[in-house]
């Protein structure tokens, strides 16, 4: 009787992800959005440091892209935390 069980148990042995191809896919979005972040957020230097140069507190380096960081990241615990359906 003992062998029966075990031998359904051993079938019933599939391929189990961690996560579906929704969590993936958020997964992938929240990246682009980290990466779209960090992308804002270059840029503002000067050849010249004897010229101040004020674009780099600019409203995009401030304060858009670090939200657009921040974003990302909860897209990712998001991801990783949602249940799959598969």
């Not at 380096?61 to 799959?84: H, M, N, Q, Y």
């Amino acid at each position: 009787m003992k062998s029966a069980t075990m031998a359904k148990k051993e079938l019933k042995t599939v391929e189990d992800f961690p996560f579906g191809r929704e969590n993936y896919v958020l997964m992938l979005i929240g990246l682009a959005v980290i990466f779209l972040g960090f992308i804002l957020m270059i840029g503002g230097g000067n050849e010249d440091p004897a010229i101040w140069d004020p674009s780099i507190f600019s409203f995009r380096r401030i304060t858009l892209a670090p939200s657009l960081v921040i974003l990302g990241f909860v897209i990712e615990v998001f991801a990783i935390l949602k249940k799959s359906k598969e």
